[in-house]
């Protein structure tokens, strides 16, 4: 099983600052690598896949770069609607795993 | 409107059985690959099954040989039947619509609000 390893638990960060948010995959998962944001109370959304592509509806300040195991998500001015856990997810042949999530709260 | 509404959560004891049902509007599920993730209490997200759009069927280690996914065209519908259940099933279900292209996976991009599953003596 691929272990998907995220860092830093808990990310503190302003308002209107950047966020970089880190996940590595104990092997190589190309770029089949989607990032997902969850608040409380709520189902996940889907922010990026195939490692730097937005989906849809998702604003410019989200982007994602990496690719085999080291990937990153960076959040370039943080809004207050920003802040919620992040989880990474990677997919190779028909297995899917979670990273353990990135709680980003207000610093 | 593309949307997924789960139901059949609830109370059971342990070692006993409970189908998932995920309602698709809005697309065919038969289209799509669709998932079930699930989320114990203050946890994170966990994999459990996928259907291809071909009907091909996959299982987390966790559930292999107790849960099983399918589908009903004709419904729309997605069902996770979960058999011998244990403590450590309890959890929020979430059924996903994903989509691949080969090796290229776009991700899962729609998202039911969840149903609760609770598995205590």
């Known amino acids: 099983e691929i272990v998907m390893t995220q860092s830093p638990a808990t990310l503190s960060v302003s308002p209107g600052e950047r966020a970089t948010l880190s996940c590595r995959a104990s092997?190589?998962?190309?770029?089949?690598l989607a990032w997902y944001q969850q608040k409380p109370g709520q189902a996940p959304r889907l922010l990026i896949y195939g490692a730097s592509a937005r989906a849809t509806g998702i604003p410019a300040r989200f982007s994602g770069s990496g690719s085999g195991t080291e990937f990153t998500l960076t959040i370039s001015s943080l809004q207050s609607e920003d802040f919620a856990v992040y989880y990474c997810?990677?997919?190779?042949?028909?297995?899917?795993?979670f990273g353990q999530g990135t709680k980003l709260e207000i610093k | 409107e593309v949307q997924l509404v789960e139901s059949g959560g609830g109370l059971l004891q342990p070692g006993g059985s409970l189908r998932l049902s995920c309602a698709a509007s809005?697309?065919?599920?038969?289209?799509?690959?669709m998932t079930w993730v699930r989320q114990a209490p203050g946890k994170g997200l966990e994999w459990v099954s996928v259907m291809s759009s071909g009907g091909s069927t996959y299982y987390a280690d966790s559930v292999k040989g107790r849960f099983t996914i399918s589908r009903d065209n004709s419904k729309n519908t997605v069902y996770l039947q979960m058999n011998r259940l244990r403590a450590e099933d309890t959890a929020v279900y979430y059924c996903?619509?994903?989509?691949?292209?080969?090796?290229?996976?776009?991700?899962?991009?729609?998202w039911g609000q969840g149903t609760t599953v609770t598995v205590s003596s």
């Open positions: 997810q990677q997919s190779t042949n028909w297995r899917y795993t």
């Open positions: 809005g697309f065919t599920v038969s289209s799509n690959y």
């Open positions: 996903a619509r994903g989509d691949n292209s080969g090796y290229y996976d776009y991700g899962m991009d729609v």
């Open positions: 092997q190589s998962v190309g770029s089949n």
